[in-house]
């Protein structure tokens, strides 16, 4: 059987969502930080209380750090960077 040969562009692309086992990563079951991100959105959609906000936004906070400095891809390394980003940048609002 006669291997692909793959442009470097593609190679990039593999790269980025790819882990170093050559898993593609991009896609994964959420860790219980996203889960218990999204319970506290619906919660503070009908209690519309700073507390229970305040507490999401720190649990998003952690889990946008741990995957910039732990991410199993650039693609999530990224994502956390972005994450990370927006939630320092709303807190100057």
Request: hydrophobic content about 50%; charged content about 15%.
């Amino acid at each position: 059987m006669k291997k692909m040969k793959y442009s470097k562009k593609t190679d990039l692309i593999a790269q980025f969502f790819k882990d170093s086992h050559g898993h593609w990563v991009n896609i994964q079951f959420p860790s219980p930080l996203l889960i218990a991100w999204v319970v506290l959105l619906f919660v503070n959609f009908f209690l519309h209380d700073k507390h229970v906000q305040l507490l999401q936004t720190t649990v998003l906070f952690v889990w946008a750090y741990l995957e910039l400095t732990q991410g199993s891809s650039y693609f999530r390394k990224t994502l956390g960077a972005i994450v990370l980003a927006v939630i320092v940048i709303g807190s100057f609002r």
